[in-house]
């Protein structure tokens, strides 16, 4: 009987104190918990503030990078169109100013002058070289009192000039031999007229003056 009372109080004492060092073992393991949550706690403010600090650093030098790119780039980019208009104004500019040479070079010349040139040319061609040759007079008369560029003016009378020239040469040496003709028929020295009308005629066939005069000079002769 004692036996059993003993056993009693010793088990009750056994379970008092396994309660109790289990109970110490919970609050010792609390308390680690709590102190080692509040340091990793600590540890973990401690990195996301430097972690923070660290991001927005960059993204500050990034951002200022960025934002001195984007105004470096924006003035580039300015000066480029600015430049690019500037070139595209030059361009135009220089278009304009081809177009307006274009036009000065290429002048509208007055029908009454290329009319005058062609129809001189004409007479030319077909040998009638006092045609021709007044025909001339009068184109570089109208040459000279239009309104032409003297470029123009210049160019349009070297169209002419040769044949020009040509022309008054051959009716001024024709009419120097039908005018010492006219001389030597007045004094009857009929041969050496009439080699001086023929001496005309050859290198003026239809001068009409010297036709005439030659014709005549025949039947006075009577070589017809």
Do not use: W
Request: glycine residues 6%; hydrophobic residues 35%.
């Amino acid at each position: 009987m004692n036996y059993r009372i003993i056993f009693k109080s010793g088990l009750a004492v056994n379970r008092k104190l396994i309660q109790i060092m289990a109970l110490s073992l919970i609050i010792a393991l609390l308390f680690s918990t709590a102190i080692l949550g509040s340091a990793c706690k600590k540890k973990t403010d401690t990195s996301i503030t430097e972690g923070t600090s660290i991001q927005e650093s960059p993204v500050s030098d990034n951002g200022s990078s960025k934002e001195t790119n984007s105004n470096t780039s924006s003035a580039d980019g300015s000066q480029s169109s600015g430049s690019t208009a500037a070139n595209s104004g030059s361009a135009a500019e220089t278009s304009s100013q081809s177009a307006s040479e274009t036009e000065t070079t290429a002048e509208v010349i007055p029908q009454e002058i290329s009319e005058l040139i062609t129809k001189a040319d004409g007479y030319y061609a077909s040998g009638e070289y006092a045609l021709a040759l007044k025909t001339y007079r009068n184109a570089e008369s109208a040459i000279k009192g239009s309104d032409l560029t003297k470029e123009t003016q210049q160019l349009q009378l070297s169209l002419f000039t040769t044949k020009y020239k040509k022309a008054k040469e051959i009716t001024d040496t024709a009419r120097m031999h039908f005018g010492n003709a006219m001389t030597l028929e007045y004094e009857q020295r009929f041969e050496e007229a009439k080699k001086e009308l023929e001496a005309a005629l050859a290198i003026y066939p239809k001068y009409k003056d010297a036709i005439d005069a030659y014709d005549t000079l025949k039947a006075m002769m009577g070589l017809e």
